[in-house]
């Protein structure tokens, strides 16, 4: 991967001296790095030369700047593995789809609310000055509110947006629209909806957010490494919060320990991911979509081949002997066999047998990503995990057990011993002016299913053991993410969209939600304001300054200038700023961790100390952990938060909300569509993952223009097929090709490869949704966005997630004219427009 071998020759380097810092750094100093003058915000207006040293999701770095322009990007010394992404960065800034002044959709502009909504999408718009846009947005949050009530505004949409304790794009939102008036929310997110709802019934946590055990113990204790449907190498890359990327020492100390045959570790996947190529181990690729059969196998040879851990099971869980009628085909008939399983997974019977002996016969850790769970009853595969590790018995043992966090956020990482930066509060006490009642329907939604809402509204769902009854969605607004990006089924959601009378999009590139909305408000990038971040996530390794490298672009304003500006516009500027400025409240989310590290007995400098000197500090390391060790060493004292403490392998509680499709224990539940001789395969025979880029976060970094040329394939967004699928359609690399099923149909560049499995292909969420005939249901997507093809359903009654990996497709050598990407160049400016007015009064 391009990724890690570009940065070879530093990384070994970079990670020794790394090592040597964090052991000799037990008082936190400023003194690591060379002072360096603070940098006023001034300078760059006049022309500022000099490095500025700033933080993002791509991690830390220093950013040079010449005569106030951004010129080049080094990464922070402290990073032992950079990742290229950071190159696409400044773009960030520089790039023709930077959204540069407020701009209103041209039939908005002309008859408000009552707009046309099937011209959305067109993208195009008309640029107006700050006031009037604000003007617009706070008249339509006052409608809305008295024309519907609180359940027609969606303000709940969250999203990647960027990082910064201050400056979080979502917060703002909240903050300065709850001010106005109580809205319409949602519940779960996109990562892991399936998993996070269920986990806690059955291990009594959401475990998918969770530290996990030090990678110190596994190094040092564990046999065998299951990789479930995961791709660390690749997922680490991206954090949360800015990533320190030290995590990544300990997968080179992994890959040395299979060359040395003292770990092994197996992946199972459909695909050669860059995990395996890094750390090396043996891949079971498995059908896509179908490893409950191969975990269920794997619990059948446990079991009759007597390898399960008999005394965990009595003393850790309940429900053992309510599940293995199941497996043993009792309730069903179908005797849950490793030929069973070979059938539908493509795994040898023997070779599940070896696997479920090599599991049982050391210590194992299973380690679980989360596209599993982003599929139709992704919630069985979360479930299914924590069972067949119930049976290993070695959950809370040093090495042992599952975990489902390892690719996120530097898990595994030592926590330091720092005090935790808290963040500005969404939240602000102060009474809303609008409050009015929600009228029976839902005042959340889970997340994935809000274009259900807006499609179907008074319609009733079960959702987690409740019904809820959609409400009629008139407005929504969208900050910090990006709905036509990461949202299933583009088609079907334009259809929806023209339900909606007024549509708000805060965002520094002008995406495709940009394209879809009637206000877009320009903010800024990280990168043209002052903030603060924690550097490393889960490892907290120290507090990083985030300062201004640019001066704003254009017309664009902070997030926090956008609310308090509107907020004003209601009597509510003081309680939304509470009186503070952005520098003053910058101290203050210092100071709160400077007051907590004193009582914890960690010294940190004054903030002045901090801003105008190095910018960073380091906090002393903490100590290893392993995880589920208490509930291990005493149940009955640290018992797991589900109904029994225990862990539910039988889970009365779901059993009992009566849903067919998530029932009492993990099953096997055919899919709607499905390769490998799944429902619908015969028409499209492909199936289409769409995981997480490796050369983006999401559809972030993708209008960075010379970044895309690094990756695109005839400038599109590349699709990897299997080499025998390629040429049973006579496809090299290189080639265009059309990429369709029943929903859609995108142009993307082909990867012709060995590493991805016949019958499996893949394009990388967040490609840009660029349609040829912008706005019409159907049209081919120029670039190739992939949620074009995906299946727009809830993964069961139970947490109603997304099943975007549920999608058949089939690939053709694309002949017809060639068309231009449409996706990266902004909204097309129309002129000369006068704003009636009129429209405006209700
Ligand atoms: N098919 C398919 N679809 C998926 C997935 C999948 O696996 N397959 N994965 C899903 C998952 S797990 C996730 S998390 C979602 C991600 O979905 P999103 O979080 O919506 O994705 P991002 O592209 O990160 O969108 C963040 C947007 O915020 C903007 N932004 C950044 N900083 C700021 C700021 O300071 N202010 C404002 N106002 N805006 C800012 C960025 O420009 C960007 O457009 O996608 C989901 N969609
Ligand atoms: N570089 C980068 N890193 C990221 C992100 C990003 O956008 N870019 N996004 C971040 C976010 S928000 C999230 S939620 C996480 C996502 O984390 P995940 O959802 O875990 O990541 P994915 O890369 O989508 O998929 C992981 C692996 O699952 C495998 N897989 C797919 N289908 C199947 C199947 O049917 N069976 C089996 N056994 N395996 C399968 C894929 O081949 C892939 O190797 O990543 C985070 N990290
Ligand atoms: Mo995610």
Redesign the pocket.
């Known amino acids: 991967m391009a990724?890690q071998n570009n940065h070879k020759g530093i990384t070994r380097r970079r990670f020794l001296s790394g090592l040597a810092i964090a052991s000799a750094a037990s008082v936190v100093g400023t003194s690591l790095l060379a002072p360096r003058k603070a940098m006023a915000a001034t300078d760059a207006i006049t022309g500022f030369n000099g490095e500025v040293l700033c933080g993002s999701h791509w991690g830390a770095f220093r950013a040079k700047v010449v005569n106030g322009v951004w010129t080049e990007t080094t990464p922070f010394e402290k990073d032992p593995h950079p990742?290229v992404?950071l190159d696409a960065v400044r773009e960030v800034v520089y790039n023709p789809a930077r959204v540069k002044y407020p701009m209103i959709r041209i039939d908005w502009l002309k008859q408000g609310y009552k707009s046309d909504t099937s011209q959305r999408g067109n993208n195009r718009f008309v640029r107006v000055p700050w006031s009037q846009a604000l003007d617009f947005f706070q008249h339509e949050l006052n409608r809305v509110q008295e024309t519907y009530g609180p359940s027609a505004l969606y303000a709940g949409h969250t999203g990647?947006q960027s990082v910064g304790k201050l400056h979080n794009a979502g917060t703002m939102m909240k903050r300065g629209i709850s001010l106005h008036g109580t809205t319409l929310g949602k519940m779960g997110?996109?990562?892991?909806g399936a998993a996070q709802v269920i986990l806690p019934y059955i291990a009594g946590a959401m475990e998918v957010y969770e530290q996990q055990t030090s990678w110190d113990i596994v190094l040092k204790n564990t046999d065998t490494i299951v990789m479930?449907?995961?791709?660390?190498v690749?997922?680490?890359?991206?954090?949360?919060l800015v990533p320190d990327h030290s995590v990544y020492g300990s997968y080179q100390q992994l890959a040395e320990k299979v060359k040395n045959k003292e770990i092994k570790v197996i992946?199972?996947?459909?695909?050669r991911?860059?995990?395996?190529k890094f750390v090396g181990g043996e891949q079971?690729p498995?059908?896509?979509?179908?490893?409950i059969p191969?975990m269920l196998a794997i619990a059948h040879t446990l079991y009759t081949e007597n390898l399960y851990n008999k005394d965990f099971i009595a003393n850790y869980t309940t429900g053992f002997d309510k599940f293995m009628p199941y497996v043993m085909g009792e309730t069903d008939g179908i005797v849950k066999t490793p030929e069973w399983a070979e059938k539908i997974s493509g795994i040898k019977a023997s070779q599940i047998r070896e696997l479920a002996r090599t599991m049982a016969g050391g210590r194992t850790q299973l380690v679980?990503?989360?596209?599993?769970?982003?599929?139709q009853h992704g919630e069985q595969?979360a479930w299914m995990l924590v069972v067949l590790a119930a049976m290993l018995g070695q959950i809370g043992q040093p090495g042992g057990g599952f975990g489902f966090g390892w690719?996120?956020n530097d898990a595994g990482t030592i926590t330091s011993a720092g005090p935790l930066m808290s963040g500005f509060s969404g939240v602000t006490g102060v009474e809303p002016i609008y409050n009015g009642s929600f009228k029976g329907y839902a005042k959340t939604i889970p997340v994935a299913r809000f274009v259900d809402c807006i499609s179907n509204p008074g319609t009733k769902i079960q959702w987690n053991g409740s019904e809820i009854t959609f409400p009629y969605m008139k407005m929504a607004i969208f900050s910090g993410n990006n709905p036509f990006a990461h949202h299933q089924d583009r088609n079907r959601m334009i259809k929806a969209w023209t339900k909606l009378e007024t549509v708000v999009s805060i965002e520094h590139q002008w995406t495709a939600t940009c394209r879809f909305a009637d206000i877009v408000l320009p903010a800024t990038t990280t990168y043209e304001r002052d903030d603060i971040e924690q550097f490393g996530n889960h490892s907290n390794k120290g507090i990083l300054a985030l300062r201004k490298i640019v001066e704003p672009m254009f017309e664009s304003k902070d997030d926090f200038d956008i609310f308090r500006e509107l907020c004003a516009r209601f009597n509510r500027e003081e309680a939304f700023t509470g009186g503070k400025k952005k520098m003053e409240i910058i101290e203050e989310i210092y100071n709160g961790a400077r007051l907590q590290g004193r009582g914890i007995g960690v010294r940190m400098p004054t903030f002045a100390k901090f801003w105008e000197g190095d910018g960073y500090i380091e906090f002393p390391a903490g100590k290893e952990w392993v995880r589920h060790e208490s509930f291990r060493n005493e149940p009955d004292l640290e018992p797991l938060g589900t109904a029994s403490g225990l862990i539910e392998i039988y889970c009365k509680t779901i059993a009992d909300m009566g849903y067919n499709d998530c029932q009492g224990h993990p099953m096997w539940f055919e899919k709607e569509e499905r390769s490998h001789g799944g429902p619908r395969s015969d028409v499209y025979p492909l199936?289409l993952?769409?995981?997480?880029?490796?050369?983006?976060?999401?559809s972030?970094l993708c209008s960075s223009t010379d970044f895309r040329a690094t990756y695109t394939v005839a400038d599109r967004e590349p699709i990897y097929i299997n080499t025998q699928d390629a040429a049973a359609r006579n496809i090299k690399s290189g080639d265009l090709v059309r990429v369709f099923n029943g929903r859609g149909q995108v142009l993307a560049g082909a990867v012709v490869t060995e590493d991805y499995s016949p019958g499996?292909c893949?394009i990388?969420?967040?490609a840009w949704y660029s349609p040829l005939d912008g706005g019409k249901a159907g049209t081919i997507c120029t670039y190739g966005d992939p949620n074009v093809l995906t299946l727009d359903i809830g993964t069961s009654q139970l947490a109603q997630a997304t099943s975007a990996?549920t999608a058949v497709v089939d690939i053709e050598k694309y002949t017809g004219p060639v068309p231009e990407v449409t996706g990266f160049n902004g909204p097309t400016y129309e002129t000369g427009i006068d704003p009636l007015f009129p429209a405006m009064d209700k």
């Open positions: 990724t990742t992404m990647w997110d996109y990562s892991t479930w449907g995961t791709d660390p690749k997922n680490l890359q991206v954090g949360w992946h199972i996947d459909p695909v991911n860059e995990t395996m079971l498995v059908h896509p979509q179908s490893d191969l679980g990503g989360w596209c599993l769970q982003r599929m595969w690719h996120y199936h993952q769409s995981c997480h880029p490796n050369n983006r976060l999401h972030q499996v893949r990388h969420e967040g990996h």
